[in-house]
């Protein structure tokens, strides 16, 4: 990477192991990189940066949509640029740029791009980086094995766990009505802080309890402190706006389409330069509880919500690393 935490999607020399999937007649299907490993026993962070290029035909033949599920593992990805069809769970939808979809095991899908798309993916429990400097040393030393029907069927399917599945029948319905389909504007809930709002994009009920996905829209002023010697290593995508990070000390600006990983124990902070989107990829912060009992508290005990004492021990219950935030 060209920065140790700052790393702009845009700039393909942040791509690990850059590689280029591609047909028969030599077209490409798809150029994709990782940009970070898994870590962990739940293989949190694990995040792909794709290009996907439509596939000829595929709009009107069901069997070059290539329906298959995963048996294991999380998935979602930021639609950053382009357009899709996307099939799952019996229906079909037309989704734009600035979507999130969000897989879970075993939920069959289908995807039919309409121009070159850009793919932002992020997982949890899921093996299928896992080797891939093997499998580019394998290729580099035996580039005959790209050939190899018995590599494809038996080896690389099953790292990538992907089962195949019969052409789905699927019926056309708005964006809003697809459970897979997330967006800022539809969060499954919204909460308001000063200087900031947080809205749920996915829950840890339906990660299988390892994490949450969550956006905080902040103002300019608006700024952050984390505790000192963080516990746990952090990853945040920025989708707009300009946010300043210190991290130790370095001070940086992140903008749109960068991720920023913060290590383990790194004292940091942010403070926001120009309205801003940015989302918590790791997500290990119980925010949903955090939130909805703080807001009760407010609502409800405005004594206890003014006592510092009781709000650390508050955040600490959900594990939240931030110190102090709010208006500068």
Known sequence: MKHPYLIDLNDRDNWMYPH????????????????????????????????????????????????????EGWEAFFLDEGTLDLY????????????????????????????????????HDWKS??????????????????????????????????????????REVPVEQMSAVRHIDRPMEAIELEGVTMKMLAARWENGGVNELWAA??????????????????MFYIT???????VYDE????????????????????????KAVMYDIGGLTRWQGLLEDYASIRKYDPARAGDRDAITALKAKYGCQILSCGLR
Not at 132 to 145: D, G, H, S, T
Not at 240 to 246: L, R, Y
Not at 258 to 271: D, F, M, N, T
Request: charged share 25%; aromatic share 12%.
């Open 217 to 234: 829209e902040m103002e300019p002023g608006f700024h952050a402190e984390w505790l000192p010697y963080p516990a746990h290593p952090e």
């Open 88 to 123: 799952v769970d019996g229906k079909k939808a037309f989704v734009e740029a600035g979507s999130i979809v969000f897989y879970q095991p075993y939920q069959a899908h289908g995807l039919v791009f309409h121009s070159p798309v850009k793919i932002r993916g992020f997982f």
């Open 129 to 170: 980086t896992d080797t891939i400097p093997q499998r580019e040393l394998l290729k580099k030393m035996r580039p005959e094995v790209l050939q190899d029907g018995y590599y494809q069927k038996h080896i690389l399917s099953k790292e990538h766990d992907h089962f195949l599945r019969e052409p789905i029948v699927c």
């Open 251 to 274: 001070t940086f600006t992140a903008y749109p389409e960068c991720l920023v990983k913060i290590p383990i124990y790194a004292e940091h902070s942010i403070r926001v330069l120009k």
């Open 240 to 246: 707009a706006g300009e946010i300043e990070f210190k």
């Open 20 to 71: 280029a999937a591609t047909r028969p007649d030599g077209s490409i299907i798809e150029e994709q990189g990782t940009i970070n490993f898994s870590e962990g026993p739940h293989r949190l962070f694990c995040f792909t940066d794709s290009v996907v290029y439509p596939e000829p035909g595929a709009d009107t033949d069901p069997n070059k949509i290539m329906f298959h599920e995963h048996q």
